[in-house]
C-alpha cells in the first residue's frame, strides 16, 4: 500500500470522478485507475461502485474513507513538521476572510505578524462563511475568519474546528434617506416584512432574517448581491434596504454618507460573531499558531 495510492482514493471520492481527480492532481486518469485497482486488490474490498459517470462508495469503502483521511492528515503534519525543522523561518499561510473582516484589525495584525515573520508568505481568500468553512475542511485553507451563529457553531463543533470569537456585534439596518424608514432612528424588525431586503449571497445574515421574519417575508421581498458594496449602491438608489454587522459603520463610513440612514433594530437582535476558525490538527507550524494567537489577543473578547 502506497501514499499515492491512498491519496488518489481520496481525490477519487472528493471530485467523484477519475476525470475530477486527474485535473486537480495533474495526472492521467489511466493512472489514478490503475492505482485503485491495485489498491484495492491488495487490501481485498471494492471501493467503489459506478453510477452512470459518477463513481460512489461502497459500504465497504464508507467505512475505510475516514481511516485514509486521518492517515493523510498525519502525513500531511509530518511534511509540514520536517519543513519547519529544516526551515522555521520560511512558510506559508493561506487565509480565508469574509468581507467585514477587511477592518483595520486585519491589516493591523497582519503588519504586525509580517515584521515578526518577514520570511511567511500569505494568501488572502476572500468568500462567504460557508464557501471557507468548506475550504478549511478541504485543506486549502489553514485559517479563517468568518461570521457565525448558533447554528454555525454547532457545524463547526461537529467537524472538528475550533472557533475562537474575535469581536461580537448587533446587525443595523441601512436604508437610502428617501425610504420612510429613514424618518426614524429605531425600528422593529416587523418594519422589515414589506421592505425589500437586499443580501450578500454568500452571507449567513439571510439565513437568521429569514428565522427571525418566518413566514411573513416574501421571497420576492429578497435581492441578492455577491457583495456588500452592491447591496450598499441598490440601498442609496433606494431600491430597497439592508442589514448588515455593526461593524460596517466604522469600515465604510456609513455616518458620512449623506445619501445612507442608519438605523437600530429595537427588538430581536441579529447577532453574528466573528470568528478565527482552524482544524483542530496534531500539528501547526508555529507561525501559524503565532498568528492565530495575534488575531485572539488583539481582537479577542473571549
Known amino acids: 500500500m502506497e501514499i499515492r495510492q491512498l491519496r488518489y482514493f481520496d481525490s477519487v471520492v472528493k471530485y467523484s470522478t477519475i476525470r475530477g481527480a486527474a485535473e486537480h492532481l495533474f495526472i492521467s486518469e489511466p493512472t489514478i485507475s490503475q492505482q485503485l485497482q491495485g489498491l484495492q486488490k491488495e487490501i481485498g474490498i471494492p ?15 464508507k467505512q475505510i474513507l475516514p481511516l485514509v483521511q486521518q492517515i493523510l492528515a498525519s502525513i500531511k503534519d509530518l511534511e ?20 467585514v473582516s477587511r477592518l483595520a484589525m486585519v491589516p493591523d495584525t497582519l503588519k504586525e505578524f509580517g515584521n515578526i515573520y518577514p520570511g511567511i508568505g500569505i ?23 468568518v461570521a457565525a451563529n448558533n447554528r454555525i ?9 475550533t472557533y475562537k470569537i474575535l469581536t461580537s456585534g448587533n446587525s443595523i439596518v441601512i436604508a437610502s434617506q428617501d425610504n420612510p424608514l429613514a424618518r426614524q432612528d429605531k425600528i422593529s424588525l416587523s418594519h422589515l416584512r414589506n421592505e ?85 490538527k496534531l500539528y501547526r507550524p508555529q507561525y501559524l499558531q503565532k498568528l492565530i494567537d495575534m488575531f485572539i489577543k488583539n481582537n479577542g473578547c473571549e
Open 196 to 280: 425589500r431586503i437586499i443580501l450578500n449571497r454568500q452571507g449567513i445574515l439571510g439565513e437568521e432574517v429569514r428565522a427571525l421574519l418566518g413566514d411573513s417575508l416574501k421571497s420576492n421581498n429578497i435581492y441578492s448581491t455577491d457583495t456588500q458594496e452592491s447591496a450598499l449602491k441598490l440601498v442609496e438608489s433606494g431600491v430597497g434596504i439592508s442589514i448588515l454587522p455593526e461593524a460596517y459603520i466604522t469600515a465604510w463610513t456609513l455616518r458620512e454618507n449623506s445619501n445612507i440612514k442608519i438605523l437600530e433594530l429595537d427588538d430581536s437582535q441579529i447577532n453574528l460573531d466573528l470568528c478565527c476558525i482552524y482544524k483542530q
Open 80 to 99: 509540514d513538521n520536517i519543513a519547519e525543522i529544516k526551515n522555521p523561518a520560511v512558510g506559508f499561510i493561506r487565509l480565508g476572510i469574509i468581507p
Open 47 to 61: 471501493l467503489f461502485e459506478r453510477q452512470g459517470r459518477k463513481i460512489t462508495l461502497t459500504s465497504e469503502g
Open 153 to 161: 457553531k454547532l457545524t463547526l463543533e461537529s467537524a472538528g474546528i
Open 123 to 145: 494568501e488572502i481568500i476572500e468568500n462567504g462563511t460557508l464557501e471557507l468553512i468548506d475550504k478549511l475542511l478541504d485543506d486549502t485553507l489553514d485559517i479563517a475568519l
